[in-house]
């Protein structure tokens, strides 16, 4: 794997790897391989090697669409949504579908008290432990800062019903972590 020549950018690797140049999609992977992944692992509720396939899935993805690529976004942000796409298929195949309702015996009574942080691998696990919808709700509101209209776009949900699941799924969270409403 070479380097990017000096003067070289992202667009011109996306041009030359759409046209099959490996090497310029090999660059255009190491920019964005840390991004991908991160959004991946959330998702996958911190599982390391479900993560690392979703990825490597994400990837293998955009090189058969990339010919197709319109370049109507940049390409860091094509490739993200076509990774969350892939994260959220994969929720949906193992029959735990992010779009389902929770009961409401399942959900903690709601409180005031704003989430606060706790100590990152317990919250890793308290998050791993939320149910797909809620998970999917809360990573991508809270940790990827997605709007609500995006979030219900993607998951086919209404807006109203993403602020609802993200209020629940932080309510899970509290809960989880010992905090009292």
Not at 34 to 39: I, K, N, P, S, W
Not at 159 to 179: I, N, Y
Request: aromatic residues 6%; proline residues 6%; glycine residues 8%.
């Amino acid at each position: 794997m070479s380097p990017a020549p000096p003067g070289a950018n992202d667009t011109d690797d996306v041009h030359a790897a759409a046209a099959g140049d490996r090497h310029a999609f090999q660059r255009l992977y190491r920019l964005h391989v840390g991004r991908v992944h991160g959004a991946v692992y959330r998702l996958a509720g911190y599982d390391h090697a479900r993560a690392e396939d979703l990825t490597q899935d994400a990837f293998i993805r955009a090189w058969q669409k990339l010919p197709g690529f319109r370049h109507e976004s940049a390409f860091g942000t094509w490739l993200y949504r076509l990774a969350v796409n892939v994260a959220l298929m994969d929720i949906r195949a193992r029959g735990a579908d992010p779009v389902s309702m929770l009961d409401d015996e399942q959900l903690p009574d709601p409180g005031e008290t704003p989430f606060c942080a706790a100590e990152r691998q317990e919250l890793e696990r308290a998050i791993s432990r939320l149910p797909p919808r809620a998970r999917a709700v809360l990573v991508l509101h809270d940790i990827e800062g997605w709007r609500h209209e995006d979030i219900g776009g993607e998951l086919d949900m209404a807006v109203g019903t993403s602020k609802a699941q993200l209020h629940r799924a932080r309510g899970l969270l509290r809960k989880a972590l010992g905090e009292s409403s």
